[in-house]
């Protein structure tokens, strides 16, 4: 009768959480004692209750008598077969109390607070750097090991999380199931759909704190902000120069290889990058796209037209480090 009332006389003397029962505070009191006297005889893991354990052993058989009777998805454990389902319903219970967004589990609401208190329980013992979460922790310490399990069979190419693999899956099969409700546009990734929204509403979320300079994607800010620290991380291994993307290296190391694989098709001239051979299209075709807004002079390039802009600001950007004049 003790369940019916509400009643919960046994009380831990560690803790003081009570129970209806003496036997669940027996199994309780393992908690405290890290006693565990059932194990598993494949695998040696050890658990405080038997039907934890004869859990545990479906993973071993490879049992799931547990059906979804939506999608016939099987589950080896009915928890996780009633927790799948809030997907088919759109259910979600557990709600939280500051920005009333509602999550399927209580362990995600838990983990989703954190972003509310900003405490950052976890910490990775390479880098000091802490997560909220266990799981973002666990695929951080993949930067440290280098550790990449997941494999493409089609060219071999390896991932250090199941996603990556899975989106990257889709170059093979040139599935994009991500379509963009404005024009129409297709995409594998969405990430990249969610990018290339923003150029139709036009928003520029990412914020640098030093210029105030706005950018779509926080990639943007991240590149930008290596202006400002002058970090060009990415390095030529023939004569040294750096470059603050690696996508700057990449052009940059044609140079060497000579390689011209971009020829204009009026003068036959060959130039080693494609943005380098549409400036060249410019002097044929006489087209001058970029106007100053201050006086209207157009010019053929995007950088002319900055340059000729610090006429109007008399802004001097280019600082000598010995004498400091500015040019």
């Known amino acids: 009768m003790m369940n019916h009332t509400g009643k919960k006389p046994h009380r831990c003397a560690v803790c003081d959480k009570g129970y209806s029962r003496v036997g669940y505070l027996k199994l309780h009191m393992m908690n405290h004692t890290g006693e565990k006297p059932h194990h598993c005889v494949v695998c040696e893991k050890r658990f405080i209750q038997l039907g934890h354990l004869k859990r545990h052993m479906l993973i071993h058989t490879g049992e799931k008598p547990h059906r979804c009777n939506v999608c016939e998805k099987r589950f080896n ?19 939280c109390n500051v920005c009333k967004k509602g999550f399927r589990q209580a362990g995600y609401l838990k983990t ?16 000091e750097k802490r997560f909220n979460n266990v799981g973002h922790l666990k695929r951080h310490m993949l930067i440290h090991t280098g550790d990449k399990p997941h494999r493409c069979d089609v060219c071999e190419k390896r991932f250090c999380r199941a996603g990556y693999l899975k989106t990257h899956m889709l170059v ?17 990734n969405v990430g990249n759909l969610n990018a290339h929204i923003l ?42 120069k750096r470059f603050r993307q690696g996508v700057h290296l990449k052009s940059h190391m044609i140079t060497h290889t000579v390689e011209k694989l971009y020829p204009c098709n009026v003068c036959e001239q060959k130039f080693s990058r494609m943005a380098v051979l549409k400036r060249h299209m410019l002097t044929h075709i006489k087209e ?21 802009m610090l006429t109007h600001t008399n802004e001097k950007t280019h ?3 010995t004498c400091e004049k500015s040019v």
């Open 112 to 127: 989703h607070m954190l972003i509310h208190t900003g405490e950052k329980p976890h910490r990775c013992n390479v880098c």
């Open 77 to 95: 454990n009915v928890g996780h077969l009633k927790r799948h389902m809030l997907i088919h319903t759109g259910e979600k219970p557990h709600r």
């Open 319 to 321: 600082g000598c480090d």
């Open 199 to 240: 150029i139709h509403t036009g928003d520029k979320l990412h914020r640098c704190n030093i210029c105030n300079k706005s950018f779509r994607q926080r990639v943007g800010v991240k590149m930008h902000m290596r202006i400002h620290t002058n970090e060009k991380p990415h390095q030529c291994n023939v004569c040294n």
């Open 288 to 308: 001058k796209p970029h106007q100053c807004n201050a006086c209207g002079k157009r010019f053929g390039l995007n950088g002319s037209v900055k340059r000729h």
């Open 172 to 188: 093979h099969t040139g599935e994009k199931p991500h379509r963009c409700e404005v024009c129409e546009k297709r995409f594998s």
